[in-house]
């Protein structure tokens, strides 16, 4: 037998040896990350996620949005995603059939470094009413994971702007979203 199949004839023995003694024991899924490994700037958050939460409706049109209010944990009821006109529509336009979105309004009065989380994955984008620009997130942050909060996308806020949040491509008709202030 040559050494490249005797290399394999042992390998696959030891798999299959591997897969004998594993079948007897339960399967063992990697532990989420630990929260109270959070800095101190989250913990403001984790509460949120955590306390009560207010029921709003999103709109579909930039006309309706209604206010989201920051460091409030949003229960947001949503449309089907053909309901919807999209402010921004690059990402709009690629959704898929059968998700759901809406917008909402965003006033913060002051500016700095936000981070707009939500309890399940989605489209997020930030466009700034004034200029009807939409505003690159600056960074992803998968730290708040540990409490189950799959989305967090950190935006640079201008003071004095107001904004439309639009959320597309999400897979139910409701989800949780919350806006906080961050440390940059």
């Known amino acids: 037998m040559p050494v490249r199949h005797r290399s394999a004839a042992v390998l696959l023995s030891l798999l299959v040896a591997a897969c004998a003694t594993a079948h007897d024991k ?12 959070l800095p101190a700037e989250l913990e403001a958050e984790r509460s949120a ?11 579909a049109d930039a006309s309706s949005a209604r206010p989201v209010v920051t460091l409030v ?12 006109k999209p402010v921004a529509l690059a990402k709009a336009e690629a ?3 059968n998700t759901f979105g809406g917008l909402m309004a965003f006033a913060p009065g002051r500016g700095g470094v ?12 930030l ?10 997130p600056i960074s992803s ?14 935006f640079e806020i201008r003071p ?25």
């Not at 996620?49 to 709109?59: C, H, I, M, T, Y």
């Open 127 to 136: 466009i700034d009413r004034s200029t009807g620009a939409t505003l690159a």
């Open 73 to 84: 944990r949003t229960r947001l009821k949503l449309l089907p995603q053909a309901k919807l």
């Open 95 to 97: 959704n898929p059939p």
């Open 141 to 154: 942050d998968k730290r708040l994971r540990c409490f189950g909060v799959p989305k967090s996308l950190l």
């Open 26 to 37: 339960p399967f063992v899924t990697p532990a989420a990350p630990r929260c109270e490994s």
């Open 160 to 184: 004095g702007h107001d904004y439309l949040l639009q959320i597309t491509a999400a897979a139910s008709p409701e989800l949780d979203l919350l806006i906080a202030q961050a440390a940059k």
């Open 49 to 59: 996620w955590q306390g009560p939460s207010a029921n709003l409706g999103a709109a």
């Open 114 to 125: 936000f981070r707009v989380s939500t309890s399940e994955r989605a489209w997020i984008e």
